[in-house]
């Protein structure tokens, strides 16, 4: 049986070429870009935040399981550790961001540039009272401390599951119960700090806006794409024989959880909607107004792919135990949500980049105009995005290669082998 | 119209599993199976067809949806329309929730009331059952005598007495 | 589900080593013998808090609404905190059915029946609020779309007090359909034990269930269907009721978290009120053997979650409020910790986030005493919450000339005390009528999860067999 992963040289060579077209777009990006490199590095924020997202709610997950003595997912439990274990790389990428801060790199956060904020302006006004938490410390410091803690969990995590194969078997399963531990420990301290983060990282970026519900959003939207990662990366792995183990059930559970979820997350996306509709509050409106308006193709493909599409086609039990339709549409939900993320961050940066270089002037009257990068993805947007997902590919792949794929002394592992929906 | 029954009575669902799948073998047309609580594995043992009562509650949801909505709308646009809150006539958004309530209002009614018409069960409708126990502990197979008229029961109560039934008897329903 | 392997390290769900027999014996056992001397106490005080509420409904009806102590500005007190209130202790029932069964959580299958009950029984407590807080109680059908004389005249469908009502209705239709769905096999149960009046009644009552497969295999389609259907309703009727503040433009009122926020406090307040029942249930009918610590100690876990998913929101809206640079909403959430009802807000925050943190410690997740006093923090906490949200508020909103001071009357607390009086009397009649644990759901798992079974896969293990099993797919 085959339970080692061999990250093989096709494999490495495919990563490199998807990061190949990422470093070609980002070239091409960056040279082409406007004198603030808007576009490149609201694509570097994008992709970053995405998938360390998806690192850190596979961590989430991971360990709410635990805490909620799930059986079922053991047999594929190491890919969500191979996932987790991107971590790292995604602080790397945050901090690139964060020290762009510092010296002035890139102009993605309207209230870095303290100095361009007039006192006098209300709007400028409402962002120098928010300095107080937006400020570059702040955001480096919290960086780096948040996703360290994220990370140090995680290597606890890995730490306990592969000690407790590598060891002889023990009745009083003491490595799980140390590692509930962990996983209680990360779940509160992910919730809260995920939050900080989410509001440092996304919410800013609109520094005039805000919203309660934001951080739940967003997050459900990176568990989504974390969900619809996990099914292609199981089902790549059993095209390769390893995963022998993983089953239709399986396949139909992670798409009982895809279906579950999107729905999840269009339930966060009406309520925030709606009640910023139905209050009418100019302050609050003006987000969904410019969505709507100057990116609407993006707005309502948002909610036909991450809603509709996933509800209709995975409702029925048949769909969710084919690999064909569950892969097609785990796919296009991912996608789907990167879009989402998309349009969290791009009209923001765009608005605070005409604010810096007065380009639209101050009056701000009817829709943006066509911009490409912005109003829809273009070309560059999409290679970076698979330049970031060659990356993220070839770390995960990497780390799945340095334990074995089938933890043997899981005390939950003959559920998991037998398990029937 | 009255049936009589040869029924055996098991004391454990294993057994009455074991025994189904013999019956199958065996090519015994059963009647019914009756059990205290749910035996997974019963249902394809039997060869029973998958429900499509979600089929009906799909539809009775569908049904549901579209009544909300189309309400609605032509309430608020067509029949009294109202400028509520400086919201348009036609405020979608304002309208989700009722709509979404009303669906699973009507497919959980719909099923319901479609699941017990089906199994003919209802308030104060009384069924004939075969023994008082099978409601407590006793798992039942059931053979319709009539099937059996040319070759004769002595193959059933052999096939119960091979299987471990802890009890054969013979009821008029 | 016997052939399937059971984890050695999940603990059993039904001690005592029970036959299917002496389950039926055990939980049908308390609908057949008379009533004991506690139960019969425990009835007539419930029915006296019921008397009192009636008295304070009809005084309302009769008085009108000057009886109570609404004012301008604070439009909603006591009526809308307990309508909350109840509506949220009401999402344990469902909760537990459909969610757990969703997630195939065995442990549901000692309390759903008696949470379900709790459901049904709590939701009849909050549709009485907005029944009599209306004014003209005796025109209250005007909120039915149905076609009429006066106009036709509709209701606002653009409100979300409507859409609660159409949230309440179908909420309270669902739970019961579900909950009775589950009851109707153990009504056959009893009914086959019993004799004379008592058969004709369970006669009525299970609707001629007869066990046959076919019916178990559409039963238990039905199940997952009204599980599946019921899980997201459950989402939206307290989302729903959160909208009734949200789409305000209050400060503290318009708040995007609201839905979830609510929904997790629900949850948080129902389970509590859950331990409270089953802690008293389980001891009065000895139950021990299928309501276990287990049961205890997994709820608890649920509560210590959604306690801190409350507590991340009112971080969150605090945070938020210096964050918006709103001095309206800045002011709102001061004037909850320092303004005249700082002592709600203490209340609040002590029940809601501090004290349930004592459930990181196993010990006292299974510590009855602890667990049942929690229970009463949490409740206690979460009428806060509302009130907090709702008088508070209102007290101190945008103009400082409109600015009021609530307190209740006799008659808002007699009602209040009358809902607890239907709550209980309601719970304790379900108890002597219908099994209070879903006697087929522990038939069902007792192969699995049943101590002699369970332990059986530990000795197993312990003698060293080998956890790979070789593989037979499906």
């Known amino acids: 049986m085959n339970r080692e992963f061999v990250f093989t040289g096709r494999e490495r060579t495919f990563c490199f070429v998807l990061m190949g077209i990422g470093v070609l777009s980002m070239v091409l990006c960056f040279f082409g870009d406007d004198e603030l490199q808007t576009r490149f590095w609201s694509n570097f924020l994008h992709n970053s935040v995405f998938f360390t997202g998806i690192a ?24 969500w550790e191979g996932i987790y274990l991107f971590l790292p ?23 870095n540039d303290t100095s361009a904020l007039n006192p006098d302006k209300l709007h400028d006004q409402i962002i ?69 983060l989410i509001w440092q990282w996304v919410m800013s970026v609109d520094s005039a806006w805000y919203s309660t519900m934001f951080a739940w959003y967003a997050a459900a939207s990176w568990l989504v794409s974390m969900l619809c990662l996990t099914a292609i990366f199981t089902a790549y792995l059993k095209g390769r024989g390893y995963l022998e183990q993983v089953s239709h059930e399986h396949l139909h559970d992670m798409g009982k959880y895809i279906f579950a979820f999107s ?107 066509f911009m490409s990068g912005f109003t829809i993805p273009g070309f560059i947007d999409i290679g970076t995005m698979l330049g970031f997902l060659g990356l993220f590919i070839f770390v995960v792949f990497s780390n799945m290669s340095r334990a074995s794929l089938y933890p043997a002394n899981d005390p939950y592992l003959a559920e998991s082998i037998h398990h029937h929906v | 119209m009255s049936k009589e029954v040869l029924y055996g009575l098991y004391n454990d669902e294993e057994d009455l599993l074991h025994a189904v799948h013999a019956a199958h073998d065996a090519h015994l047309d059963i009647m019914d199976v009756y ?18 009562l979600h089929i009906g509650g799909f539809i009775f949801g569908a049904l549901g ?102 009890e054969v008897n013979i009821k008029t329903l | 589900m016997s052939g399937a392997p059971i984890s050695p390290i999940r603990q059993p769900l039904v001690t005592g080593s029970k036959t299917y027999h002496q389950i039926t014996e055990d939980l049908c056992g308390p609908t057949e013998k008379a009533p004991s001397k506690a139960w019969v106490i425990a009835f007539l005080i419930s029915v006296a808090f019921l008397s009192l509420g009636i008295a304070c409904i009809l005084w309302t009806i009769w008085k009108g609404i000057g009886s109570w102590n609404l004012n301008r500005t604070i439009g909603w007190g006591w009526d809308i905190t307990n309508f909350v209130w109840w509506i949220g202790i009401g999402h344990a029932g469902t909760l537990i059915s459909a969610i757990l069964l969703l997630f195939r959580q065995k442990w549901r299958t000692g309390v759903n029946r008696a949470a379900e009950a709790m459901t049904i029984f709590a939701v009849l407590c909050a549709a009485l609020f907005p029944g009599i807080h209306v004014g003209r109680m005796w025109v209250v059908y005007f909120f039915f779309p149905y076609p009429n004389t006066r106009g036709p005249l509709w209701p606002n469908f653009n409100s979300p007090l409507l859409w609660d009502l159409f949230a309440i209705s179908t909420y309270f239709t669902i739970s019961l359909l579900f909950w009775y769905t589950g009851l109707v096999p153990d009504f056959a149960t009893v009914r086959d034990r019993a004799k004379g009046f008592r058969r004709k009644l369970y006669n009525l009552l299970s609707f001629g269930w007869t066990g046959s497969a076919k019916h178990w295999q559409r039963w238990e389609s039905l199940s997952l269907v009204l599980a599946g259907i019921a899980t997201p309703l459950v989402l939206s009727v307290h989302t729903i009721v959160s909208f009734d503040f949200a789409t305000s433009v209050i400060p503290g009122w318009h708040t995007t978290i609201f839905p979830p926020y609510f929904v997790a406090g629900a949850i948080f307040s129902g389970f509590a009120m859950v331990q409270t029942l089953m802690l008293i249930t389980r001891k009065v009918l000895n139950l021990q053997d299928y309501i276990t610590l287990e049961h205890i100690e997994s709820m608890n876990k649920v509560i210590l979650l959604t306690g ?35 002592w709600a807000y203490f209340g609040m925050m002590s029940c809601n986030l501090l004290i349930p943190q004592v459930f990181w410690w ?43 001071w609530y307190v209740p009357t006799f008659v808002e607390v007699g009602i209040f005390l009358g809902t607890l009086g239907i709550f209980f009397t309601l719970y304790l009649i379900f108890t002597r009528v219908a099994p209070v644990v879903a006697i087929a759901e522990i038939k069902h798992i007792l192969k699995s999860s049943g101590d002699q079974y369970a332990s059986g896969h530990a000795e197993k293990h312990r003698t060293g067999q080998s956890l790979v099993v070789e593989d037979h797919h499906h």
């Open chain 1, 128 to 196: 120098l009272g928010k300095t107080g938490f937006l400020n570059k410390f702040w955001f480096t410091g919290g960086t780096i401390l948040f996703v360290g803690i994220w990370y140090f969990i995680a290597t606890r995590l890995r730490g306990l599951s592969v000690a407790e194969d590598n060891e002889e078997r023990d009745p009083n399963f003491s490595k799980h119960r140390k590692m509930r531990i962990w996983a209680a420990a990360i779940l509160p301290i992910g919730g809260f700090t995920s939050a900080f």
């Open chain 2, 35 to 52: 059990t205290p609580f749910p035996v997974h594995g019963l249902d394809d043992a039997m060869g029973l067809d998958e429900s499509r």
């Open chain 3, 362 to 404: 196993k010990k006292y997740r299974r510590s009855i005493v602890i667990t049942f006093a929690m229970s009463i923090f949490v409740n206690i906490g979460m009428w806060f919450e509302r009130f907090v949200i709702i008088a508070t508020t209102l007290a101190r909103d945008y103009l400082p000339s409109s600015w009021s």
């Open chain 2, 65 to 166: 949806l579209l009544t909300a909505f189309l309400g609605m709308t032509w309430i608020f646009t067509a029949d009294w329309p109202v400028i509520y809150g400086g919201k348009p006539y036609w405020s979608v958004p304002a309208f989700i929730p009722i709509t979404f309530e009303l669906t699973v209002l009507f497919a959980g009614i719909g099923m319901t009331v479609t699941f017990y018409i089906i199994c003919g069960m209802g308030p104060g409708v009384i069924n004939k059952t075969l023994d008082d126990r099978i409601t407590d502990d006793k798992f039942c197979i059931a053979f319709d005598t009539h099937d059996f008229e040319e070759t004769g029961l002595d193959k059933i109560k052999e096939f119960f007495s091979s299987t471990g039934a802890s």
């Open chain 3, 308 to 342: 801190t998913i409350v507590g991340v929101a009112y971080l969150t809206e605090l945070f938020i409020a210096w964050y918006s640079g709103y001095v309206y909403e800045q002011f709102a959430f001061f004037n909850r910790a320092f303004g005249p009802y700082w």
């Open chain 1, 56 to 79: 850190f709610m596979a961590l989430f997950l991971y360990s709410a399981f635990i805490t909620g003595w799930s059986g079922w997912h053991i047999v594929f439990k190491r890919v």
């Open chain 1, 89 to 111: 790389v995604g602080l790397i990428l945050m901090l690139i961001i964060a020290a762009g801060l510092w010296l002035d790199f890139h102009h993605l956060y309207e209230w």
């Open chain 1, 263 to 369: 729905i999840f997350w269009t339930y966060l996306w009406f309520s925030q909607f709606m009640l910023i509709w139905y209050a009418n509050v100019g302050e609050e409106t003006i987000y969904f107004r410019e969505r709507m308006d100057s990116y609407p193709i993006l707005f309502w493909a948002n909610l036909a792919v991450n809603f509709a599409l996933p509800f209709l086609v995975l409702m029925r039990n048949s769909t969710k135990r084919k690999y064909g339709s569950l892969l097609f549409i785990a796919s296009v939900v991912f996608i789907g949500h990167w879009m989402d993320f998309f349009l969290m961050i791009k009209p923001g940066v765009r608005k605070t980049a005409e604010h810096l270089t007065h380009a639209a002037g101050d009056a701000h009257h009817g829709a943006a105009s």
